[in-house]
């Protein structure tokens, strides 16, 4: 009995200790982000000009930068974007952006955890640049954790709220896409519904990709703008700085991605001084490539403004082009002069494609062949045009032309006509 007794005791003595162990106080919660210490012992707001901003939502970072008017971005000054005209986009955007003021654009770039999107990729800078009477401002909304993104995208909000039109380059495709799914993923409605957008990627292509290999933005910073940047880091390397960073807190890792982010939507801002022009007054457009005219000339024959489209087709030509691209040039503007009613005119044209080796010369000397005989009624020409294509090209469509060529040139009449 004694030996249960003392066992019982033992065991409210191991108990007792347990209890007292509980009891202690809670340890301190975790300090917030800003006011932990980094292993660099600087803070991003220490690294960069700007501050930590508190919302109802939270904590975030911000920072902002100016280029003053005086300053100049490659071939662009920035005293020359306050004076671009209100309706200079409107064309551009098939009439979807209507008259603003460049006060009112907001040029904006996003930079992410990863490429793929999906609710897995979070934006953890979001640059937005505006003109103002003072040059082209820049501000950058950054988050230090994934906790801050609720905060970060309450603001952005508050912020696009002075403008009415978004400019950004290929962001109907992914930077637009992307944070709608971040704004339904914290909750909240997005800004963009409101707001007109003008996806710059789509005119800078029709106008460039002709002739130049890329139209990436860093790439047309560097062909068009003249700009060359000098310790830029690669953006495909900025998703794994920004995953160390969040390891280390070390700020130092990410200020190149702020400054990559600066840059990237300063050039989306000066080319937004060069695209839109050239869509706004196609035949007045001082260019120095025939290839870039093409770009434009196809952009007015799908407006099926076909007499302007010509006008630059023509003066492609004369430029000089690539020879791909100079027989397709001349088979277009066949097609244009036939379709007005202009058969000589483009029959000079046919011609000539018939004359050279070239990817159109079977179709010219078909299109040939097709004149004389219901143009002109010329059975023995169009004959001896359908002959040459099957020099060249032998198919049962051209042979049933040559067949029944051959009966109509057997006619005596047909013979008679011919003389």
């Not at 700007?50 to 300053?71: A, D, I, Y």
């Not at 640049?129 to 995208?153: C, H, N, V």
């Not at 080796?357 to 299109?367: G, K, M």
């Amino acid at each position: 009995m004694e030996d249960i007794q003392q066992q019982l005791a033992a065991l409210r003595q191991r108990i007792a200790r347990v209890d007292r162990k509980y009891a202690n106080p809670a340890p301190p919660p975790r300090p917030p982000l800003s006011t932990r210490s980094r292993p660099d012992g600087q803070f991003i707001e220490e690294m960069l000009s700007g501050e930590v901003v508190t919302t109802p939502l939270g904590q975030h970072f911000e920072t902002e930068k100016l280029w003053e008017r005086h300053r100049r971005h490659g071939s662009v000054y920035i005293s020359d974007l306050a004076e671009l005209p209100d309706d200079l986009l409107h064309p551009l955007s098939a009439g979807t952006v209507t008259s603003a003021h460049p006060t009112r654009w907001a040029f904006l770039d996003t930079e992410t955890t990863g490429l793929a999107g999906g609710t897995g990729t979070y934006a953890f800078l979001i640059g937005v640049g505006s003109i103002d009477a003072t040059g082209f401002r820049l501000r950058q909304f950054f988050m230090r954790d994934y906790g801050e993104e609720a905060s970060l995208l309450y603001r952005l909000t508050e912020y696009l709220a002075q403008f009415d039109v978004l400019i950004t380059y290929n962001g109907k495709s992914y930077d637009q896409p992307l944070l709608e799914t971040r704004f339904r993923m914290v909750r909240a409605r997005h800004p963009f519904d409101r707001m007109q957008h003008l996806d710059l990627l789509f005119g800078a292509r029709r106008l460039w990709k002709l002739r130049l290999e890329s139209c990436r933005l860093v790439d047309l910073e560097n062909r068009i703008l003249g700009v060359e940047r000098q310790g830029d880091l690669p953006g495909e390397m900025i998703p794994y700085v920004y995953f160390d960073f969040l390891r280390s807190q070390k700020a130092f890792q990410v200020v190149p991605i702020f400054h990559h982010n600066a840059i990237d939507i300063l050039s989306l801002a000066c080319l937004t001084a060069i695209v839109p022009f050239a869509f706004r007054s196609p035949e007045e457009v001082d260019v120095r490539h025939g290839a870039d005219l093409i770009g434009l000339a196809r952009w007015l024959l799908q407006a099926e403004r076909q007499d302007e489209a010509l006008r630059l087709f023509r003066r492609a030509l004369q430029m000089g082009l690539p020879d791909d691209l100079c027989f397709r040039t001349m088979w277009d503007v066949a097609a244009i002069e036939r379709r007005a009613g202009r058969d000589d005119a483009a029959l000079a044209v046919l011609t000539e494609l018939a004359a050279a080796r070239n990817p159109y010369r079977v179709r010219a000397f078909e299109e040939i062949a097709k004149h004389y005989e219901h143009r002109e009624k010329n059975y023995v020409m169009a004959l001896e045009m359908t002959r040459n294509a099957l020099e060249f090209e032998d198919t049962p469509e051209i042979r049933r032309r040559e067949d029944r060529l051959k009966a109509r040139v057997a006619r005596p009449r047909s013979r008679l006509l011919a003389l």
